[in-house]
């Protein structure tokens, strides 16, 4: 297979003592949200001169990898999740030539490369779907995607009862060629993104051949949106409000699914270095989630328990437990993640008084007590960087974001939005533009200087000033420095680092949570609502908020200890 021109270097920064083909175990991902992350043309939305711009900012923050929300052609009808072309770049990103570099700069920092393709489904603007469109029913170009004609008198109704996961029906009626009403298509999400029919060998094998084009560029892996629901039952049944849980589902998590992966996975395989899959698999059951972890499958997937998780002692130790026991007989490494691009962000959840999240239920417009979200905060980022596998880091939770919700309607961009008509407030709030420096808005996201550009999502709340990476750079005390702190301590440390270092429970306080990794390093979070003593210790490595002065670890508070 074709080597990497770009390949990383296995003694590389952030994988000391690491082989090559195993980084990714332990391995610290940061989040890239292309649009928000720095605009380096002045245009006013982010773009892949400013990743390039910022990757020193990036290689000192201490991350091994970078994953990149969509960054291919799209009309943005869901912020990139709907995809004109795989094998290319967005114009207002930048350009193929652009990537190249952005990948061969980023593994000269030591930093590998991750993009997020999108199987499910794609955009209503791809040829293939437009060739879809002109043609006939039943037609070969019509069988990329799930056309069905309707039920009820003159098919005025949908084929059958599923809905949107952004609200409505899953299905839109096409008019055919002819200018008559015709056929119906779907699409579990908006009606820009038309689900591929993967019962189609075509479309298996389109899907393929991009993951090679991206894999001889240099890509070290991908993140594999919505991974659990490529395969429908092809009799498209109505789905059962009452089926239980143990039913088979006509369009998630079927077992037709899993020879796709395998296929996928010996593409991977097939490289010197062999590449990485990533899945974003939201299944509550944890034997069926382990299956996508099988040797012959993904790597690794997005632990959303974990982050779904309240800010409670029991309940945060029993998904630590139920997490790594259920990847333990597939020898996949566990991952632990508090926010991304589609959640609320957790200094908000964590001064919520419900500090839960629930797709449902966002909470959106409740009570916030942000100095509360942000200790918490900073404690959630002690625990989560020393359990044992994989850490994934959104774009600004190192700096202490909060969710903005006073976003007016009229600027809002989520389809959420739309297709509930406002019941849901979409995921706007935890996609603002990043703050740089300066002391007003937009805090100088367009690095070009003198840019002046509104950015796409101008949000940024005027008191973000304090929350800048210039504001918070060489400050002791700042979430920046913090994160930056406990990454390095992180990679200096084996019992943190490495995945193999068991978790073992301490004695604890009540509302206490401590565990020892390894044989040198210990956890202690602190979840009650009293300062509590530290277990026995030789030396303090770090903590998220200062001791009290007879050195007790204050509510709402994590330390890092040397043990042993």
């Not at 000269?108 to 060739?131: A, W, Y």
């Not at 009820?152 to 949107?164: A, E, H, M, R, T």
């Not at 002791?476 to 406990?486: F, H, N, Q, T, V």
């Amino acid at each position: 297979m074709t080597p990497n021109p770009t390949a990383i270097p296995t003694t590389a920064p952030g994988n000391t003592g690491l082989l090559a083909d195993s980084w990714w175990r332990d391995a610290v991902t940061y989040q890239v949200y292309v649009r928000s992350f720095a605009d380096g043309n002045g245009d006013g939305i982010g773009d892949l001169r400013g990743i390039r711009d910022r990757l020193g900012y990036l290689a000192d923050l201490g991350v091994d990898a970078i994953w990149l929300n969509p960054c291919f052609p799209s009309p943005m009808a869901d912020a990139g999740y709907d995809i004109a072309d795989y094998r290319d770049i967005e114009p207002s990103f930048g350009t193929l030539t652009e990537m190249d570099a952005l990948i061969a700069e980023a593994h000269q920092h030591g930093i590998r490369i991750l993009l997020d393709i999108v199987p499910n489904h794609g955009s209503d603007q791809h040829p293939r779907f437009q060739e879809a469109l002109r043609a006939e029913p039943r037609s070969a170009a019509r069988s990329w995607f799930w056309f069905r004609p309707g039920r009820g008198p003159g098919g005025d109704l949908p084929p059958n009862n599923w809905q949107s996961y952004f609200g409505g029906p899953a299905w839109s009626r096409v008019t055919e060629p002819d200018g008559a009403p015709g056929q119906w298509y779907l699409h579990l999400f908006a009606p820009e993104q038309p689900d591929f029919n993967w019962e189609n060998p075509a479309v298996r094998e389109d899907f393929l051949q991009t993951l090679r084009f991206w894999f001889d560029r240099g890509v070290d892996g991908f993140r594999i949106d919505s991974a659990a629901i490529l395969v429908k039952d092809p009799l498209l049944p109505d789905l059962d409000p009452d089926a239980g849980p143990d039913e088979p589902h006509p369009y998630n998590d079927r077992d037709g699914i899993h020879e796709i992966y395998q296929e996928w996975r010996a593409v991977a395989d097939s490289y010197d270095e062999p590449r990485v899959l990533f899945g974003e698999v939201w299944i509550a059951d944890p034997q069926r989630f382990a299956k996508y972890l099988r040797p012959q499958e993904m790597h690794a997937a997005f632990n959303f328990p974990f982050l779904q998780c309240a800010w409670d002692p029991a309940a945060l130790r029993q998904v630590i437990d139920r997490t790594i026991l259920f990847h333990r007989p597939v020898g996949a490494p566990a991952t632990w993640v508090l926010s991304n691009h589609d959640v609320t962000r957790h200094v908000t959840r964590y001064g919520r008084a419900d500090t839960r999240f629930d797709f449902d239920d966002r909470g959106h417009g409740r009570p916030v007590d942000l100095e509360l979200g942000t200790r918490r905060a900073r404690a959630a980022a002690l625990l989560y960087l020393a359990l044992p596998g994989g850490a994934y880091l959104y774009q600004g939770e190192e700096l202490g974001l909060w969710e903005v919700e006073d976003i007016p309607d009229t600027r809002r961009e989520d389809p959420m939005w739309r297709r509930t008509n406002g019941r849901n407030p979409g995921r706007d709030g935890c996609r603002v533009p990043l703050p740089w420096s300066g002391t007003e808005p937009p805090f100088e996201f367009s690095i070009p200087e003198g840019a002046e550009v509104e950015p796409w999502l101008p949000m940024q709340p005027a008191s973000w000033r304090e929350l800048t990476v210039e504001a918070q750079t060489g400050e002791p005390d700042s979430m920046l420095e913090l994160y930056r702190g406990a990454l390095e301590l992180r990679r200096a440390e084996p019992g943190f680092r490495d995945e193999r270092e068991p978790l073992r429970w301490l004695d604890s306080a009540e509302n206490v949570l401590a565990f020892r990794r390894g044989d040198d390093v210990a956890c202690v979070v602190n979840l009650s609502a009293v300062a509590v003593e530290l277990p026995p210790h030789s030396a303090v490595l770090l903590t998220s908020s200062p001791l009290t002065a007879d050195g007790l670890l204050p509510a709402d508070c994590a330390a890092w200890l040397r043990v042993g």
